[in-house]
C-alpha cells in the first residue's frame, strides 16, 4: 500500500499500485521488428535502467476515489 497525495480528494490516501503492459507499436513485419531492435538499441544506450521500464505504465489507484494517476518514475521497482 502507497501513501500518496490525491488531487481528487485533497489529502494523501492510501493507493495500490497496478501496472500495465504497454502495446506494442510496432507491427509484426521484418522491417517494423528491425525499427523496434533499433529504437530500443539506442533507446538503451542513453538511459539503461529505462529500457525495461519503457514496457510497462505504473498507475496508483487511489482507495477513496479510484482516481488513476500515471506514476512511471520507476525508483521503487525492484
Ligand atoms: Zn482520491
Redesign the pocket.
Known sequence: MIIQY?K??GKE?EHKELIKQKPSKYGKSKQEQFKAFIEGFFGGMASPAGAALDLVDRYVE?N????KTLDNQGEEFL
Open positions: 490525491c481528487k480528494c490516501t487511489c477513496e476515489c479510484g482516481l
